[in-house]
């Protein structure tokens, strides 16, 4: 029934190539010519990467094996004439070894392949199903969500091919039960047998019977938000790669990547559960309910929008918030957690240059493309997007005396778009969110959305009984006197040697011509590293001068800096004094526990 038939083969895993025939079944009758295209995006990350650059050998014949003209007519299309036969058969070879959730990555262990950089799709035939069958090499195991028909794999329509990755690996899935449906964890990699999480494990089986259980706890959670799980099976692809963290999702699977270190220590396993956490929860948040443009989807340029902040900045405040809530992450930690947000978000100037939704907007040149200047710039509408939704979930609470919460606004929105074929519009997302709370939120969105403001987090935690403190971050945890330290404003990195990455908006370095590049090598004459510049800049006080040598285009400079004094950047979150009976009834009704007496 199908009229478009992919073939995926492995002949060339050295080579970082896989063999792709594409076969579309009458596409004479399309016309006399047919464009094959190529997406320049995939959903969930939202830069133009011009797939189409990583696709080579390209022929095309008819159903008899006669060949049929192919032209490029532009970097993305390939435009073959039906001079002749009734179907087209074309096959070409990507090339993938780039190792990140978004592009392909194929070697002699596996293949990691997703659709968008994998498939050539005909615009007039998006509508239609696909089968692909998958020749995987002898030993090999293909783990998708695609459902398997016959030995075939089918998609309904382009969209669920390219929200399909496909792994092809050496182990065969795990599987198990969440939420009453079934779930599938196929790895690549292997876990270090570190024992900060699981005390006596003995081997690697332990390690992943634990990640299951917390994993099934995790979608438990998600799924009682909503009532239920809007799909039939669900496919974690997670790859372990020393230093790589990320993760994309996708309708009924997602791929992650993260550190075969992660059992190493609690909190690294944390960083493990909460990327889970967030990836499932975008099948809810931005797979299903989502802005217009985001599905169906326009692969072949950019598509905008100014709500990106729900669907990542809410996505953030659940991730955690469901770690807490599913028993995995202590209270302890969910608020150390969010201090550091705090901290972060404060310690970036930008903050007051871009709103949530000009960062949303803008995500395709700024967020995905940053620069030294993205600090004085640009807000992240993960970060600021994640704390101005728990500010929000807690004016909610307090506003509506514990009805309502952004539970109830994510439920609206389920109910309102989750099905829908079409998304929504920007204009309708503050709309949306007061009838699902019965409030005005003008001031609001005007304020901390529309706005540069920063949200207010300290106000909002008051609500439930808690005092957020600020102090200054020290070395060796010396904070007994309330001045402030010696402040020079830069970011740096370098690998023992310090490079500013980038100087902050009007901070002393900025104001004494310090530039990106340029490399610290001396403080008053004395050699500094990445490890002793915080400790000598400290050592001084504000309104203090300091002569810094440094390299700049590999030339020695001098240049003297007054020292500033550093912002507040250490937070703590504590009990309030004397916490009301409201205030503990509206923390008890958030976190699912009782606020703790000090
Ligand atoms: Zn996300």
Not at 441 to 447: A, E, P, S, W
Not at 578 to 584: G, L, M, N
Request: net charge negative; aromatic share 10%; with cysteine.
């Amino acid at each position: 029934m199908a009229r478009i038939h992919y073939r995926l083969s492995f002949p060339n895993l050295h080579a970082h190539l896989v063999s792709v025939e594409a076969r579309f079944i009458d596409a004479a009758a399309d016309g006399p010519e047919v464009d094959l295209k190529m997406a320049a995006w995939t959903p969930g990350s939202y830069m133009i990467r011009e797939y189409s650059r990583h696709v080579q050998d390209l022929v095309a014949s008819d159903e008899d094996g006669r060949s049929i003209d192919v032209v490029k007519v532009d970097k993305a299309t390939w435009r073959a004439r039906m001079t002749h036969g009734r179907d087209l058969v074309v096959r070409y070879r990507v090339f993938g070894h780039e190792l990140t959730v978004r592009t392909n990555h194929v070697d002699g262990t596996h293949a990691f392949l997703n659709g968008a950089p994998t498939f050539l799709w005909v615009e007039k035939r998006k509508e239609e199903p696909a089968l692909v069958e998958i020749e995987a090499p002898p030993g090999f195991h293909v783990a998708t969500s695609l459902d398997l028909v016959d030995g075939t794999y089918l998609a309904a329509n382009l969209d669920e091919l390219i929200d399909s990755p496909i792994h092809v690996g050496p182990s065969p899935a795990l599987e198990f039960s969440a939420a009453g449906r079934t779930a599938r964890l196929a790895l690549w990699g292997r876990f270090d047998m570190g024992k900060g999480v699981v005390r006596d494990a003995r081997g690697p089986d332990e390690l992943l019977a634990q990640l299951v259980a917390d994993t099934q706890s995790i979608m438990e959670a998600h799924a009682r938000v909503f009532g239920g799980v809007p799909y039939e099976h669900y496919t974690f692809l997670l790859l372990l790669s020393p230093g790589a963290y990320g993760g994309l999702e996708h309708k009924r699977s997602t791929a992650l990547l993260a550190s075969p270190f992660a059992f190493a220590s609690r909190k690294q396993y944390e960083e493990l559960l909460e990327l889970i956490s967030h990836e499932y929860f975008h099948l809810w948040n931005v797979k299903r309910i989502r802005p217009s443009v985001l599905g169906p989807f326009a692969y072949d340029r950019e598509a905008y929008t100014r709500s990106l902040w729900v669907m990542e900045g809410v996505t953030s405040t659940y991730d955690r918030l469901t770690l807490r809530r599913a028993g995995v992450l202590p209270a302890k930690r969910f608020f150390e957690k969010l201090c550091e947000e705090w901290s972060k978000l404060l310690a970036i100037p930008g903050r007051k240059k871009q709103s949530l939704e000009e960062s949303s907007l803008d995500a395709w040149i700024k967020l995905y493309r940053p620069d030294e200047n993205s600090v004085n710039s640009t807000v992240s509408y993960y970060l600021k997007g994640g704390l101005v939704a728990t500010c929000l979930d807690l004016d909610i609470r307090l506003r509506t005396e514990g009805e309502r919460s952004l539970d109830d606004v994510l439920r609206h929105l389920w109910r309102r778009y989750g099905e829908a074929p079409q998304g929504f519009k920007d204009a309708d997302v503050q709309r949306e969110f007061e009838e699902a709370t019965g409030l005005d939120l003008g001031d609001f969105f005007d304020r901390f959305v529309r706005g540069r403001e920063d949200p207010d987090l300290e106000g909002a935690l008051a609500k439930v009984g808690l005092a957020l403190k600020a102090s200054y971050e020290r070395e060796g945890g010396e904070e007994t006197d309330d001045v402030p330290p010696a402040w020079l404003g830069v970011n740096t990195q370098g690998d023992g040697r310090v490079v500013v990455a980038s100087t902050l908006s009007e901070s002393p370095a900025e104001r004494h011509g310090l530039y990106a590049g340029d490399q610290i090598v001396a403080v008053d004459g004395f050699r500094v590293d990445d490890r002793t510049l915080a400790k000598r800049i400290l050592s001084r006080r504000p309104g203090d001068s300091v002569r810094l040598t440094l390299f700049r285009r590999d030339e020695l400079f001098e240049i003297n800096v007054v020292l500033g004094e550093r912002p507040r950047d250490r937070f703590e979150i504590a009990p309030a004094e004397a916490p009301s009976e409201d205030q503990r009834a509206r923390y008890a009704a958030w976190m699912g526990e009782d606020l703790p007496l000090s």
